[in-house]
């Protein structure tokens, strides 16, 4: 790719499929926390503004645990019944996809129970978009994870999205579930303008960069404009780049990304 080359990049830096995350104390904390719900199974919460990097950082973190003792399951078709829903976790943990609700409990169940007693491995569910599951799912859950008499913890489940998904929970007709949640953990987005110029030449760095494209004006323009948001960041680069390389410029100026930030918003 021409572009690519213009600017010394291996990569677009800030797409959504980056492995290597800038770990800040939010990503940091969130890691820690992943971990203790693999040592002790138990429901915990995700939630950030949208575009802020949650499913890419959960995705970091889950493909370094150890796959011969935790199974990890991902999900983010959550707009659908409670029924299809639990099809679609039948799916997920390849068991037989039956019509019945009690039929699909039963078989669902019986394989987290294999997992977890008979092969020696937890499975752990993640649910993206948690703020579309429906109501009756959200009222089922505490019963779905009622294990020998609720007294065995045998998945752990992590539901993600936006600040809905605790809205949604802490109605009182959940009071059920909500008594299961031990952890909750909020994405930050970053305020302070010298981590914000890390981030970002962070980002840089590791997609091959060796020069500095951004002047700190134009930081502060990038920072303000998109809140920080990782998903806006890497849209806004996108286009000054393109833009950039069409007009064989080597650096990305003020009044470029301020018209192009004019042509986005």
Known sequence: ?????HFGLKYLPFHKSNTILWNNRSLSELQTKFVRLLELPGIGILTGEYGLGKTMALRKIAKEVNPHMYHVIYIAETG????????????KFEVEVAYRRSDLWHNIREKIIDLKTNRKILPVLIIDEAQS???DFFIDLSSFLNFNYDSEDMITIWLVG???????IKQSRYDSLKSRIRICHEL??????????????????EAGCKTKLLSDSSLRILK??????PRKIYNVIANCLEVAYEGNL???????????????L
């Open 1 to 5: 790719m021409k572009l690519l080359a």
């Open 80 to 91: 659908f019944s409670r029924n299809e829903f639990y099809r679609i976790l039948a799916r």
């Open 133 to 135: 599951l429906p109501h």
């Open 162 to 168: 936006n600040k809905q998904v605790l809205h949604k």
């Open 188 to 205: 930050q987005q970053i305020k302070d303008f010298e981590e914000f110029k890390s981030f970002i030449e962070f980002g840089f760095t």
């Open 224 to 229: 303000d404009a998109t809140k920080s948001v």
């Open 250 to 264: 080597t650096h990305i100026s003020d009044e470029l990304l301020e018209n192009v930030l004019k042509e986005m």
